[in-house]
Antibody
Framework: QVRLQESGPGLVRPSETLSLTCSVSGDSITSYYWNWIRQPPGKGLEWIGY???????NYNPSLKSRVTMSVDTSRKQVSLHLTSVTAADTAVYYC??????????????WGQGTMVTVSS | DIVMTQSPDSLAVSLGERATINCKSSHSVLYNSNNKKYLAWYQQKSGQPPKLLIY???ARKPGVPDRFSGSGSGTDFTLTISSLQAEDVAVYYCQQYYSTPWTFGQGTKVEIK
């Protein structure tokens, strides 16, 4: 069973870059598409995008200009970088797995999430 | 973007009674070539990540109690909890994975009356 664990700074200054890592265990990192999803305090869920180990990616157009994701297969880690952050980027950030057979599937495994606050 | 709209925003149900949550998509999420509905339901308890309950609109994830069921057409979907238990108190989200950006409903909070 895949297990996901997010990590990174809990506090980021405005205009700086938010960088998070998702560590994957229990299965191959090359078998699935890896997603980042965020949830502002007390609010709903927003899909940020996905990355595949080949580098294939798909980012939410609402964040596309500021988002970069990558996969490090040797470390079994997935990374998220979000530039020029503002208070609106304050949220719990989740890593989640999506399978693909003949088409994409639902998010069936989620990490516990990591809270990131943007503040000076 | 496909907009997902849930109703109601919250509901209070007595223990053992039925809870029904609706989800409407702004575009059909039925893929005609495989007749699959790209709609999932998640449960999020306080302080926890979302947990997948239902996928393909009506397929229950293994391990999910059978009191949870999903149904619906191309744009209108329902999550039913047939007999509400105390441990079902949570926020429930629908999500479409028909087309990117994948989008979620705003959530429905279920409480005990």
């Amino acid at each position: 069973q895949v297990r996901l664990q997010e990590s990174g700074p809990g506090l980021v200054r405005p205009s700086e870059t938010l960088s998070l890592t998702c560590s994957v265990s229990g299965d191959s990192i090359t078998s699935y598409y890896w997603n980042w999803i965020r949830q502002p305090p007390g609010k709903g869920l927003e899909w940020i995008g996905y990355i595949y180990h080949t580098g294939t990616n798909n980012y939410n157009p609402s964040l596309k200009s500021r988002v970069t994701m990558s996969v490090d297969t040797s470390r079994k880690q997935v990374s998220l970088h979000l530039t020029s952050v503002t208070a609106a980027d304050t949220a719990v950030y989740y890593c989640a797995k999506v399978g693909y057979t003949t088409s994409f599937e639902a998010f069936d495994v989620w990490g516990q999430g990591t809270m990131v606050t943007v503040s000076s | 973007d496909i907009v997902m709209t849930q109703s109601p925003d919250s509901l209070a149900v007595s223990l053992g009674e039925r809870a029904t949550i609706n989800c409407k998509s702004s575009h059909s999420v039925l893929y005609n070539s495989n007749n699959k509905k790209y709609l999932a339901w998640y449960q999020q308890k306080s302080g926890q990540p979302p947990k997948l309950l239902i996928y393909w609109a009506s397929a229950r994830k293994p391990g999910v109690p059978d009191r949870f069921s999903g149904s619906g057409s191309g744009t209108d979907f329902t999550l039913t909890i047939s007999s509400l238990q105390a441990e079902d108190v949570a926020v429930y989200y629908c999500q479409q994975y028909y087309s990117t950006p994948w989008t979620f409903g705003q959530g429905t909070k279920v409480e005990i009356k």
